[in-house]
C-alpha cells in the first residue's frame, strides 16, 4: 500500500468541483468549510440536543452545541500546532500555512456529531434497536439488500452526519459543498455498514462513516485526497490522517469536560475532580497555581484547561513519532491511546460511566428516547409505506395525515414510491435530525398525550 501524502491529502478541491482559487479577502477555502457549518439549520439544531444529559434544566451544561464549539476549538490547535512541525521539517506542501491545516481539523471538529440523532448514542441505539429486534422494525427493512439493511439495524450518526454535510443540508447545492479535506477528515470511519462477512481490526473500521446510498459520493471524496483503499473490492478506505487530530479532539472533550459538568451537578465531588484532573499530570508538570484559587467552579474550571493544554502536546508528540505508520494507514489505535497520559484518561472514563453517563437523570431520559423514536420510526414509516403501496387517493386517512406532517423534503414522491430504501431513508433522515425537545413533543401529540395549542 503506498503511502498518502500531504500534498493531495490537504486538497482544497469542493465535492464535485475543480481545486478554487483564493477568492474571499482574509479567509482561505477552508476558514469558509467552517462558516459554511456555522451557518447552517443541522449545526443550530445541535443546541437542543444533549452532549450527556438530556433535557438538562442547568445553563451551564454542555449541549451538543458547545461542545461541538469545544471540540473545535481543542482541534484547530492540534491541527496548528502539527502544521507548524510540518513546516518546521519541511514537509509542508507549497501554499498550504498551518493555520489551513488547523481550519481544516477545526471544521471537521465543529461538524463531528452534526449527525447525532436525539438523546445522542442513546438514540443511535433506538433507532438501531428497533429495526433490527423488533418485528414490526425488521418488517419494514425485510426486501432489503443486506447492505441497505446495515444501514438501519447499525444506524450511526457519524454516516448521518457524512449524509447531511454532502447531500441534505442545502439539497440544491447538493449539501454544503466542503472542500474534499475537511470531509476526509471527518469521516472518521471511512468503510460502509456492510462488510459481507468479513470483519476489520483498528479503530478506523468498528464503526461506519456513510451509509451505502452515500458510498460513491464518499469514493470521490477519497479519490480527490488520495485516500489508499484498504479492501480492494469493498468499500473500505484507511483514515484520513488528520482523522486522528479531529478524534482525539473528541476524546479529549468527552472526557474533559464531562467531568467538569459531573462535578458542576454534583454527581463527582471536588476532591475527586480535583485528583482526576491532577493525574494527567507528569507530578513534575502538575500545575499549582489551582490552589489559590476562590471559588471551586473556578479551581476545576482551571485544571480542566491546563490538562487540555497538556493533552494536545502529548498527542501531537504521538502523532509525529508514527506519522509513517499514519500515512501508510497502518496505524490501528486512537491518538489518545498511546500517550503517557492513557491510563489517567481511562480511570476519567471509568468514574464517568459510574457517576455521571449512568446518572438517574440521564438513564430516565434515554429510557424515554427508546419509547419516543421507535413510536415515531413506526408511525412515519407505516404511513409512507401505505401511501406507496395503495396510492395516496387509496390510503388511509391516518396514513396520509402522517404523511404530510412530513416535511417537503422527507416525503417520498410517486415516481419514488418503488423504492423503499429512499422511503425508509427519507423517514430516518426526518427523525434522526430532530432535536430532543421536538421529536419529545412530537411524540407526545401523534399519541394523544398532549394536544397543540393555538
Known amino acids: 500500500m503506498p503511502a498518502m501524502t500531504w500534498e493531495r491529502l490537504l486538497s482544497n478541491s469542493r465535492q464535485g468541483k475543480p481545486p478554487e482559487k483564493e477568492s474571499t479577502v482574509g479567509r482561505s477555502v477552508f476558514q469558509r468549510d467552517f462558516d459554511r457549518i456555522v451557518y447552517s439549520s443541522a449545526f443550530r439544531r445541535l443546541q437542543d440536543k444533549a452532549q450527556v444529559f438530556p433535557l438538562a434544566k442547568s445553563d451551564f451544561v454542555r449541549t451538543r452545541l458547545t ?6 476549538c481543542v482541534g484547530r490547535s492540534l491541527g496548528a500546532e502539527l502544521g507548524l512541525r510540518l513546516e518546521a521539517d519541511k514537509q509542508m506542501p507549497k501554499g498550504v500555512s498551518p493555520d489551513d491545516i488547523g481550519s481544516i481539523v477545526a471544521g471537521a471538529c465543529l461538524a463531528h456529531d452534526i449527525g447525532n440523532p436525539p438523546f445522542g448514542h442513546t438514540g443511535e441505539s433506538a433507532i438501531g434497536e428497533w429495526f433490527s429486534k423488533t418485528q414490526v422494525g425488521q418488517a419494514a427493512i425485510k426486501q432489503l439488500s443486506p447492505a441497505q439493511k446495515a444501514d438501519f439495524e447499525k444506524f450511526e450518526g457519524n454516516a448521518q452526519g457524512f449524509r447531511i454535510l454532502t447531500r441534505l443540508q442545502n439539497s440544491h447545492s447538493p449539501g454544503l459543498q466542503l472542500t474534499s479535506a475537511t470531509l476526509a477528515a471527518f469521516t472518521k470511519y471511512p468503510r460502509g455498514a456492510s462488510l459481507q462477512g468479513g470483519s476489520l481490526k483498528g479503530v478506523s473500521w468498528k464503526k461506519h462513516g456513510f451509509f451505502d446510498d452515500d458510498k460513491k459520493c464518499f469514493g470521490e471524496i477519497a479519490a480527490a485526497v488520495g485516500l489508499a483503499k484498504k479492501l480492494d473490492k469493498k468499500n473500505v478506505w484507511v483514515r484520513h490522517p488528520l482523522a486522528y487530530l479531529v478524534e482525539a479532539a473528541d476524546d479529549i472533550c468527552y472526557r474533559v469536560n464531562d467531568l467538569e459538568d459531573g462535578f458542576r451537578l454534583k ?25 489559590d484559587i476562590g471559588t471551586e467552579q473556578d479551581k476545576i474550571g482551571y485544571l480542566r484547561a491546563k490538562a487540555i493544554n497538556y493533552l494536545i502536546d502529548q498527542l501531537i508528540t504521538h502523532f509525529q513519532e508514527h506519522s509513517d505508520h499514519i500515512l501508510e494507514g ?59 403501496q395503495k396510492g395516496e387517493k387509496k390510503a388511509s386517512a391516518k396514513s396520509q395525515t402522517f404523511f404530510y406532517l412530513l416535511p417537503q423534503q422527507f416525503r417520498v414522491m410517486e415516481d419514488e414510491h418503488e423504492d423503499l430504501y429512499l422511503r425508509t431513508l427519507k423517514v430516518t433522515d426526518f427523525i434522526s435530525g430532530m432535536t430532543d425537545s421536538f421529536a419529545v413533543s412530537l411524540y407526545k401529540q401523534l399519541t394523544g398525550i398532549s394536544l397543540p395549542t393555538g
Open 67 to 72: 461542545h461541538s464549539l469545544e471540540v473545535s
Open 267 to 291: 454527581h463527582v465531588s471536588l476532591k475527586e475532580a480535583q485528583e482526576l484532573l491532577l493525574s494527567i499530570f507528569d507530578p513534575r508538570a502538575a500545575p499549582t497555581k489551582w490552589k
Open 330 to 388: 497502518k496505524l490501528e489505535t486512537s491518538l489518545i491511546d498511546g500517550i503517557p497520559s492513557a491510563g489517567a484518561l481511562s480511570n476519567i472514563i471509568k468514574i464517568s460511566k459510574e457517576k455521571i453517563y449512568r446518572a438517574r437523570e440521564v438513564l430516565e431520559i434515554e429510557a424515554a428516547g427508546f419509547q419516543v423514536l421507535g413510536g415515531l420510526l413506526e408511525a412515519f414509516l407505516a404511513a409512507v409505506n401505505d401511501i406507496a
